[in-house]
């Protein structure tokens, strides 16, 4: 049985059914397109929290979509299923509409703080922003502070590194001005130096005291001042309304500022002061990122500064060194030139003097052994004893020029010391009893008799010593004392440079000398020991000297490591000198030989040598008749040459002597010397060749040694003398 709900319907009412039932058709196309779209999207999203909502949403849009396109049939008559249908449609869509508002309440805060998170992030994307705004920044300060940087350090001339600085500034941060304010050599003022753009005021100064300044230089940044501030006054007054300014101190170190172990210490009076100025009629600010560039650009200067400070220091130091190189390599070339030309003057005039001293000594002797009168007899042993003063006048000269360029060397030998005092004391008495001085010697019993060292520099020291108590004595007495020091005896505080050090194979000889003469003033006393220095009262009184004396026997007695010191309570109360010096115990030291003539033995005092053949070599025609005269009058038979080829082609078996001086000029002694070795082949048949030289050097000595002499003879030559030799050649084949 059909069911008709609905009265049958105007045609107004049809007209509007229509409408509805075109309505409805929409609405349900619309709502099955709306689960479509809302799939696509579920698909295409990578993360989608609510699906299940989605699906209750996509579920009720499906059901309210059926409900209208069912509601089509409706609007016509139509039969009990259509309705239940619809009212099946309208019931499911309500529940699901009930299901997903209830849904809805739980995901709305969900949603909502989602929103709040979203506010979040954007605000932290913000943030970000401006941090990596602020690094960017930081990134191109960093930059520009490498390429400043770069720009003041590619040279160390400071007005380049100022200048520079100046000009990358002024580009970088578009500065209307950059000055920068130097401390004057007074340090109470600072100068304007160097000025971007405004020249014509550098030179002009301001009081280092002023407010501003101090306010700066206390401070470790950057620091914004006033405009009208006496630094900052430099732009046209035109200018009313002027851009920000900054200051900042520049340390400037100088060598003086740096320690041995610490860093440099920095005072007010070490800054400089950069003044910055943005353009006026602006306004434009001072930016912390600036801040911070000028700060890091002006420590960044500082030490450019100091590195060209230091270096210019060090120029100026390798250009004094330089210079003083110079004129120290000026004077060692002067000296060594000096040196080479005095030892060439007292080698020619040694020899030159030696020569004519042997001649006047060889005469001398001869007419001293001759019959004389008392009257003749005087006025020779006169000259005898004038031409030793001489010659030991000559020797001083040259042993002081060997002391002071260290040539000199002891002959250390084996000598009988207490015969030595004697001596001394002999040569000293004949002076001594002119002047009716009493002189008088004590050794002590445990002073050994015979001992190791250089006799010949020992008895100068003595004589020196001993000859100056007498020539400084009016009356009185001089008196003389040797001992063994001991080793108690020995510490002196006056001497704090002597260090004796005893050993069984030496001794220290200890001599006094004291006499009663003129004495002298103690602060006089250390230049006694100066050389060509003397006492000008006493001098005046005496027969003067050189002033050499003690100042070469000080130095013989530090050579022989000891020391001499004179006492003397003043003028007029006498003086005492001391010396100790180091000699050797016989038979607990390798003793060496002297390779000159020591003192003459007394059984060689008359020997005469008759028939003996002996060949004299000397170039000098003077000399050579000398030497020949002191020979003949021994009994020898002499032959005389001049040269080296005459020498080898006279010289025979039957010669036993040879005396060739070794000062010839032009001309090799050595090698003649050689030659006649070579000449005769054993050793028994070549006769014996000694050296007649004026050289004391040691270097001669060796020479002549090398090549095979058999003694050195020095000159002058006593008659004596020769006789020793002689004697000494015949009796052990060599001079000792």
């Given at each position: 049985?059909?069911?008709?709900?609905?009265?049958?319907?105007?045609?107004?009412?049809?007209?509007?059914?229509?409408?509805?039932?075109?309505?409805?058709?929409?609405?349900?196309?619309?709502?099955?397109?709306?689960?479509?779209?809302?799939?696509?999207?579920?698909?295409?999203?990578?993360?989608?929290?609510?699906?299940?909502?989605?699906?209750?949403?996509?579920?009720?849009?499906?059901?309210?979509?059926?409900?209208?396109?069912?509601?089509?049939?409706?609007?016509?008559?139509?039969?009990?299923?259509?309705?239940?249908?619809?009212?099946?449609?309208?019931?499911?869509?309500?529940?699901?509409?009930?299901?997903?508002?209830?849904?809805?309440?739980?995901?709305?805060?969900?949603?909502?703080?989602?929103?709040?998170?979203?506010?979040?992030?954007?605000?932290?994307?913000?943030?970000?922003?401006?941090?990596?705004?602020?690094?960017?920044?930081?990134?191109?300060?960093?930059?520009?502070?490498?390429?400043l940087t770069h720009e003041i350090r590619s040279t160390?001339?400071?007005?380049?590194?100022?200048?520079?600085?100046?000009?990358?500034?002024?580009?970088?941060?578009?500065?209307?001005?950059?000055?920068?304010?130097?401390?004057?050599?007074?340090?109470?003022?600072?100068?304007?130096?160097?000025?971007?753009?405004?020249?014509?005021?550098?030179?002009?100064?301001?009081?280092?005291?002023?407010?501003?300044?101090?306010?700066?230089?206390?401070?470790?940044?950057?620091?914004?001042?006033?405009?009208?501030?006496?630094?900052?006054?430099?732009?046209?007054?035109?200018?009313?309304?002027?851009?920000?300014?900054?200051?900042?101190?520049?340390?400037?170190?100088?060598?003086?500022?740096?320690?041995?172990?610490?860093?440099?210490?920095?005072?007010?009076?070490?800054?400089?002061?950069?003044?910055?100025?943005?353009?006026?009629?602006?306004?434009?600010?001072?930016?912390?990122?600036?801040?911070?560039?000028?700060?890091?650009?002006?420590?960044?200067?500082?030490?450019?500064?100091?590195?060209?400070?230091?270096?210019?220091?060090?120029?100026?130091?390798?250009?004094?060194?330089?210079?003083?190189?110079?004129?120290?390599?000026?004077?060692?070339?002067?000296?060594?030139?000096?040196?080479?030309?005095?030892?060439?003057?007292?080698?020619?005039?040694?020899?030159?003097?030696?020569?004519?001293?042997?001649?006047?000594?060889?005469?001398?002797?001869?007419?001293?052994?001759?019959?004389?009168?008392?009257?003749?007899?005087?006025?020779?042993?006169?000259?005898?004893?004038?031409?030793?003063?001489?010659?030991?006048?000559?020797?001083?000269?040259?042993?002081?020029?060997?002391?002071?360029?260290?040539?000199?060397?002891?002959?250390?030998?084996?000598?009988?010391?207490?015969?030595?005092?004697?001596?001394?004391?002999?040569?000293?008495?004949?002076?001594?009893?002119?002047?009716?001085?009493?002189?008088?010697?004590?050794?002590?019993?445990?002073?050994?008799?015979?001992?190791?060292?250089?006799?010949?520099?020992?008895?100068?020291?003595?004589?020196?010593?001993?000859?100056?108590?007498?020539?400084?004595?009016?009356?009185?007495?001089v008196s003389v004392s040797a001992v063994a020091a001991?080793?108690?005896?020995?510490?002196?505080?006056?001497?704090?440079?002597?260090?004796?050090?005893?050993?069984?194979?030496?001794?220290?000889?200890?001599?006094?000398?004291?006499?009663?003469?003129?004495?002298?003033?103690?602060?006089?006393?250390?230049?006694?020991?100066?050389?060509?220095?003397?006492?000008?009262?006493?001098?005046?009184?005496?027969?003067?000297?050189?002033?050499?004396?003690?100042?070469?026997?000080?130095?013989?007695?530090?050579?022989?490591?000891?020391?001499?010191?004179?006492?003397?309570?003043?003028?007029?109360?006498?003086?005492?000198?001391?010396?100790?010096?180091?000699?050797?115990?016989?038979?607990?030291?390798?003793?060496?030989?002297?390779?000159?003539?020591?003192?003459?033995?007394?059984?060689?005092?008359?020997?005469?040598?008759?028939?003996?053949?002996?060949?004299?070599?000397?170039?000098?025609?003077?000399?050579?008749?000398?030497?020949?005269?002191?020979?003949?009058?021994?009994?020898?038979?002499?032959?005389?040459?001049?040269?080296?080829?005459?020498?080898?082609?006279?010289?025979?078996?039957?010669?036993?002597?040879?005396?060739?001086?070794?000062?010839?000029?032009?001309?090799?002694?050595?090698?003649?010397?050689?030659?006649?070795?070579?000449?005769?082949?054993?050793?028994?048949?070549?006769?014996?060749?000694?050296?007649?030289?004026?050289?004391?050097?040691?270097?001669?000595?060796?020479?002549?040694?090398?090549?095979?002499?058999?003694?050195?003879?020095?000159?002058?030559?006593?008659?004596?003398?020769?006789?020793?030799?002689?004697?000494?050649?015949?009796?052990?084949?060599?001079?000792?």
């Amino acid at each position: 049985m059909d069911c008709n709900c609905f009265d049958p319907l105007l045609p107004a009412d049809e007209l509007l059914m229509k409408y509805q039932y075109i309505s409805d058709f929409f609405i349900a196309i619309a709502y099955f397109s709306i689960p479509i779209e809302l799939v696509y999207f579920v698909h295409k999203s990578a993360v989608f929290p609510y699906r299940w909502v989605l699906v209750q949403f996509g579920a009720f849009i499906v059901l309210c979509g059926a409900t209208h396109l069912i509601n089509l049939w409706t609007s016509t008559p139509h039969t009990r299923t259509v309705a239940m249908v619809m009212t099946t449609a309208k019931f499911s869509t309500a529940a699901v509409s009930c299901a997903t508002a209830v849904m809805l309440v739980h995901i709305i805060p969900d949603l909502l703080s989602v929103k709040t998170r979203e506010l979040f992030l954007k605000n932290k994307a913000a943030e970000l922003d401006r941090e990596m705004g602020l690094i960017r920044t930081q990134e191109e300060t960093g930059r520009y502070v490498r390429m400043l940087t770069h720009e003041i350090r590619s040279t160390l001339d400071r007005h380049t590194i100022l200048k520079t600085t100046l000009v990358e500034l002024g580009r970088a941060l578009q500065l209307e001005e950059c000055a920068l304010w130097m401390p004057t050599l007074t340090g109470v003022e600072l100068q304007l130096s160097y000025s971007l753009h405004h020249q014509n005021s550098v030179g002009f100064t301001v009081p280092i005291q002023l407010p501003v300044i101090n306010q700066v230089f206390s401070a470790n940044r950057a620091v914004k001042i006033s405009p009208n501030s006496p630094v900052a006054r430099l732009r046209p007054a035109r200018k009313y309304m002027p851009g920000e300014v900054v200051a900042v101190r520049v340390p400037l170190l100088h060598l003086s500022n740096f320690q041995t172990n610490d860093w440099p210490e920095l005072s007010p009076k070490s800054y400089a002061l950069m003044v910055l100025m943005l353009p006026s009629n602006s306004a434009r600010q001072w930016h912390v990122h600036e801040l911070e560039l000028v700060d890091v650009v002006a420590d960044q200067v500082a030490v450019a500064l100091s590195h060209a400070a230091i270096l210019e220091e060090s120029m100026r130091a390798r250009d004094l060194l330089m210079e003083q190189n110079v004129a120290l390599d000026l004077a060692r070339r002067e000296a060594e030139t000096a040196v080479r030309a005095r030892n060439d003057f007292l080698g020619v005039m040694n020899h030159e003097m030696r020569t004519s001293m042997h001649a006047v000594i060889a005469l001398s002797s001869f007419l001293q052994e001759s019959e004389l009168t008392p009257e003749q007899r005087l006025m020779v042993e006169t000259i005898l004893k004038s031409s030793n003063l001489l010659a030991t006048l000559i020797n001083d000269v040259l042993d002081l020029s060997r002391l002071e360029d260290g040539s000199l060397q002891l002959d250390v030998g084996t000598f009988n010391l207490h015969a030595l005092f004697r001596e001394v004391l002999k040569l000293i008495k004949p002076i001594a009893a002119v002047k009716k001085l009493f002189v008088t010697l004590s050794l002590s019993s445990d002073l050994p008799e015979v001992a190791i060292g250089d006799e010949k520099r020992l008895m100068q020291i003595l004589l020196n010593v001993v000859g100056n108590a007498v020539k400084f004595s009016k009356e009185g007495c001089v008196s003389v004392s040797a001992v063994a020091a001991k080793s108690e005896s020995l510490i002196d505080t006056r001497a704090p440079e002597f260090f004796p050090v005893q050993s069984e194979n030496h001794f220290y000889l200890r001599v006094q000398v004291k006499d009663t003469g003129s004495g002298i003033n103690p602060q006089d006393i250390p230049k006694l020991f100066c050389k060509f220095a003397q006492n000008q009262e006493l001098a005046t009184k005496n027969s003067g000297g050189t002033g050499l004396g003690l100042a070469i026997s000080k130095r013989f007695v530090n050579l022989m490591e000891g020391h001499i010191r004179i006492e003397s309570e003043g003028v007029g109360k006498g003086s005492t000198a001391i010396f100790i010096v180091k000699l050797g115990i016989p038979g607990r030291l390798n003793e060496s030989k002297l390779p000159f003539l020591p003192g003459l033995p007394a059984n060689h005092m008359q020997m005469t040598f008759q028939g003996l053949k002996v060949l004299v070599m000397d170039d000098n025609g003077f000399s050579r008749m000398v030497t020949k005269s002191l020979l003949v009058h021994l009994g020898c038979n002499v032959t005389t040459i001049g040269s080296g080829d005459e020498c080898l082609r006279v010289l025979t078996r039957e010669h036993k002597v040879v005396i060739m001086d070794v000062s010839i000029t032009g001309m090799n002694c050595y090698d003649v010397a050689i030659s006649v070795h070579e000449k005769f082949g054993k050793r028994h048949e070549r006769p014996l060749i000694v050296a007649l030289t004026g050289n004391t050097d040691q270097v001669t000595k060796e020479n002549c040694m090398r090549v095979g002499m058999d003694g050195v003879i020095l000159k002058p030559v006593s008659i004596d003398k020769m006789r020793s030799v002689l004697s000494e050649l015949l009796e052990h084949g060599a001079v000792l």
